[in-house]
């Protein structure tokens, strides 16, 4: 690794031409990395975004764009079974990481690339922008600060139609529970580090998994868990990505002193003197991104204000300073997400058995 110079921005390869392109590259922008290299597995579709993009080189091979870049820094943000072997090519060459979720194949791997970053010395963050958005910060806080007492029932539910029409074109690897497709690794990761960040650690847990649009021979749309935190906290989790209709859900944490939820994008607290609306801290609040018309960056303005926040807490925590907002995920939390995913999985392949999740 080249660390870049006094007042020079750090240098960053980005793998990965859909996400890596669409939300990580003007996120990274934003925060102050100079983005200097797209890796692609097809160099001329790679060649032409980079071009189209503004970054100066296109690669194929993430080691050769290390090297002829002198990166300090790379962004995983390609198709899950290939973040293991990048994100060692990284650390390989002593860069930073900050690699999308689900993290890894399973936990093993998770373990290793973990203990890998750890022995590197680098900066490792996982790609859990979401913990960024500042009503979910407001939660964490007010949950650590004893406003609810102590947690006892959590109760999360999401129906999204983002999979519902089986006539619209996904990567084929969406389906494909063994590309590392599937709703519980796309979405569920992200709810899975919500309830971590909030309760901390899974103590056991029952699940099933089902597709609920009309497919067949496809990875989960659906899953439903029931489960236990270490403090005692007991929880429904239950998410779909395939029902017709509107958004809806419902997230709240009930404790012994009051009950904490969120509702249209703003936290609540009620206890027994008052219910009212958590006010955001300065420092939580996101500048916001006007929603576009193109149909494939739909979703930008959601993804893109709490990716540059969490690029800036990289950048902040690479230089060695403060960084004043949510703590970011590390490659310890995708460890930890990858547990409770894998059991996922095993409840559900033995009729929703209930199975421990042990500690590391």
């Known amino acids: ?39 692609g597995s097809d160099p001329e579709r790679t060649a032409r975004r980079a071009e189209k993009a503004g970054i100066p080189n296109a690669f194929t091979d993430l080691a050769e764009a290390i090297t002829q870049t002198r990166a300090d820094c790379v962004v995983v943000a390609t198709t899950p079974p290939s973040h293991g072997p990048l994100v060692r090519v990284a650390l390989a060459h002593n860069c930073h990481v900050l690699c999308e979720k689900p993290f890894a194949r ?74 590392g497709g599937g709703w519980l690794g796309s979405s569920g990761s992200h709810m899975i580090d919500m309830i971590r960040n909030w309760l901390g650690e899974f103590e056991s847990l029952s699940a099933s998994t089902l597709v609920v649009a009309d497919r067949t021979g496809v990875s989960e749309d659906s899953y439903t ?81 709490p990716a540059r926040r969490l690029c800036q807490a990289w950048l902040a925590l690479i230089e060695g300073r403060p960084f004043d907002g949510p703590s970011p995920a590390t490659f310890a939390d995708g460890l930890a997400c990858m547990k409770v995913i894998d059991a996922i999985h095993a409840s559900a392949a033995h009729g929703g058995a209930r199975v421990a999740i042990a500690p590391e």
């Open 1 to 39: 690794m080249a660390i870049a110079g006094p007042g020079e921005a750090p240098r960053v390869v980005v793998a990965g031409t859909g996400h890596g392109l669409r939300v990580h590259v003007p996120a990274l922008r934003r925060a102050g990395f100079d983005v200097v290299a797209l890796v």
């Open 106 to 179: 399973n936990a093993e791997e998770a373990r290793e690339l973990f203990a890998a970053a750890e022995e590197a010395g680098v900066v490792h963050l996982l790609g859990n922008q979401f913990r960024m958005l500042p009503e979910r910060a407001a939660i964490t806080r007010a949950i650590a600060d004893g406003a609810i007492g102590a947690p006892r029932l959590v109760t999360i539910t999401q129906y999204a139609g983002l999979l519902a029409d089986t006539t619209r074109k996904w990567p084929d690897w969406w389906f494909d529970r063994e590309a």
């Open 225 to 305: 868990v029931r489960f236990e935190m270490t403090n005692g906290a007991q929880g429904l989790l239950a998410q779909t990505g395939g029902a017709w209709g509107p958004f809806a859900s419902m997230t709240r944490v009930a404790g012994s002193q009051g009950t904490v939820w969120l509702d249209d994008g703003a936290a609540w607290l009620a206890d027994k003197d008052s219910t009212c609306k958590l006010p955001i801290p300065d420092a939580l609040v996101l500048p916001p991104e006007s929603p576009s018309d193109d149909p494939r960056q739909q979703f930008l303005h959601v993804e893109l204000p």
